[in-house]
């Protein structure tokens, strides 16, 4: 099933596909989301209501992936290096769920500041 979601910080507005994982499965019956950002180098994440085992864990991600970070209970979007990466991979602070991947150019992200409100809701 093509499951499609909406994230919507400030100004940006960005489309993601969820992939079919427990994560996602998670995640989705959780929407609509509201929170608000936290900025770590070229990723962004955010406190959600869900609470999720390591799931297929890796720490090395793609720019556009979304993951969740089973520790800190986050949402993740990375659109590029953080401050754990070696070079130009892109690295989570440690292990995500990668559950889906955005449409578009995930540089969008790098105008959403710490502190802004950000919302995630399904797509009709």
């Known amino acids: 099933m093509l499951r499609r979601i909406t994230i919507q910080a400030g100004t940006i507005t960005a489309e993601a596909e969820l ?3 427990t994560t996602s499965n998670a995640i989705w019956e959780a ?7 936290n900025t770590w180098g070229d990723e962004i994440y955010f406190g959600i209501p869900v ?10 991600v793609n720019a556009g992936d979304i993951a969740y970070w089973p520790p ?13 990466s070696h070079g130009s991979e892109i690295r989570a602070a440690s292990t995500v769920n ?5 449409a578009g150019d995930p ?4 105008d959403v500041r710490d502190g802004e409100k950000i919302s995630v809701g399904r797509m009709q």
């Open 107 to 110: 540089k969008v992200f790098s």
């Open 51 to 60: 609470t999720v085992a390591s799931e297929n864990g890796q720490e090395v």
């Open 98 to 102: 990668v559950f889906g991947r955005l």
């Open 72 to 84: 800190g209970k986050a949402f993740c979007i990375f659109f590029g290096p953080t401050p754990a």
């Open 31 to 37: 929407l609509p989301i509201n929170s608000t950002v």
């Open 19 to 21: 992939i079919e994982n």
